[in-house]
């Protein structure tokens, strides 16, 4: 069974940094893209970011490129999100999600989610 | 990278049926059939529904179908019940390893 358990969340003030990671079990990690997906209180979903399976390469949504970085690491089966530069707007429930089962361009599995405060 | 599109809230009585639009443009909705759907109740994470437009997960009822004209994609939701109710979401792939999701719909069932 797949298993995505987010971790990292918290409260950090505007301009500073902090790193999500997304601990993933239950199928071989190194086969498949990853990618983050927020939720910000009371709105919508916003697609953050993906990388592929080897780490060779990574996209982002316009509004995160440049503060955002995504990484893993295929021998600890994590996928982290390294925030920089925080705005109060990136105040969301990060998601880490990943297409296992179905098609390539759908999100099939999903975490709990890790809730970041963006405030002073 | 603009969202995609949707109504803020739709609603039908039990056993109605309910069709919420997903409208993007040419580069997202229009040029590629992977359009996927997901609903999301209050606390929980979002659950895939529909993807590549009208294709349904296994476990996911019948009673939830996709389809895509041009530039927008739909959601028909027949025989609704209450557990139906929950906020759905669009998304689509849009080139270039980008997706983009749509501002959902609040589904009320009467």
């Known amino acids: 069974e797949v298993q995505l358990v987010e971790s990292g969340g918290g409260l950090v003030q505007p301009g500073g940094s902090l790193r999500l990671s997304c601990a993933a079990s239950?199928?071989?990690?190194?086969?498949?893209?990853m990618h983050w997906v927020r939720q910000a209180p009371g709105k919508g979903l916003v697609w953050v970011s993906r990388?592929?399976?080897?780490?060779?390469?990574?996209t982002y949504a316009d509004s995160v490129k440049g503060r955002l970085t995504i990484s893993r690491d295929n021998a600890k089966h994590t996928v982290s999100l390294q925030m920089n530069s925080l705005r109060a707007e990136d105040t969301a429930v990060y998601y880490c999600?990943?297409?296992?089962?179905?098609?390539?361009?759908?999100?099939?599995?999903w975490g709990q989610g890790a809730l970041v405060t963006v405030s002073s | 990278q603009s969202a995609l599109t949707q109504p803020p809230s739709a609603s039908g009585s039990p056993a109605q049926s309910v069709t919420i639009s997903c409208t993007g443009t040419?580069?997202?909705?229009?040029?590629?059939?992977?359009v996927s759907w997901y609903q999301q109740h209050p606390g929980k994470a979002p659950k895939l529904m529909i993807y590549?437009?009208?294709e349904r997960p296994s476990g996911v009822p019948d009673r939830f179908s996709g389809s895509k004209s041009g530039n927008t994609a739909s959601l028909t939701v027949s025989g609704l019940q209450a557990e139906d109710e929950a906020d759905y979401y669009c998304?689509?792939?849009?080139?270039?390893?980008?997706?983009?999701f749509g501002g959902g719909t609040k589904l009320t069932v009467l």
């Open positions: 990388i592929n399976s080897d780490a060779s390469s990574a």
């Open positions: 998304s689509s792939y849009a080139g270039s390893d980008i997706w983009v």
């Open positions: 590549e437009v009208s």
């Open positions: 040419s580069s997202d909705v229009g040029g590629y059939n992977y």
């Open positions: 239950g199928f071989t990690f190194s086969s498949y893209w």
């Open positions: 999600a990943m297409s296992y089962d179905y098609s390539n361009y759908a999100f099939d599995s």
